[in-house]
């Protein structure tokens, strides 16, 4: 019976390094992403070139996962279609791209309620000096509201997402 619990023991341990490890698909080099679309509720980022998918993205979002962000503060990853529009190698999440928002209609919106948008919307990667987490990061929703992937996949979206690209953020 301790064998058998030993074994059993060894194998849940080995499952999450084997997942930790395995390696995933690479974007495949000099690829130009012209859109982006997120599915909040599926947990995925879907790049396209050319109109073509090339990659599909496990991506953690906002802590209050469900609906629009509303205002500042919410946990709420917005929905709509923005652009990115700046990026950082410099971020304090291991690179990030800029995302619109807020936009003039979410400006209003918050406006007719009285409350800020919020801003600093990102797609990013992990918090410096937590890049030990990688895809394990996913397992939940953790951000304020940003986009989170692991930094290998920051990294290539770096390179791959010129400022200007379409970003559209579905529930």
Known sequence: MRKA??????????????????????????TKIDKLVVMKSKGTMHAYAKGKLVKVYTIAIGKNATGDKEREGDKRTPEGSYYINGKNPNS??????????????????????????GGD?????????????????????????????????MDELYDAVAVGTPIIIRP
Do not use: M
Request: charged share 20%; aromatic share 12%.
């Open 92 to 117: 304090g999440y291991h690179k990030n791209l800029g995302i619109s928002y807020p936009d003039k209609t979410d400006r209003q919106e918050a406006k007719a309620k009285g409350v800020s948008t």
């Open 5 to 30: 619990f030993g074994l059993l023991f060894l194998v849940l341990l080995c499952i999450p390094l084997v997942y930790y490890f395995l390696p995933e698909e690479r974007l495949p080099a000099h």
């Open 121 to 153: 919307v990102k797609i990013h990667g992990l918090k410096n000096g937590r890049g030990i987490l990688g895809k394990f990061h996913r397992f939940r929703n953790w951000t304020a509201g940003c986009i989170a992937v692991t930094n290998e996949e």
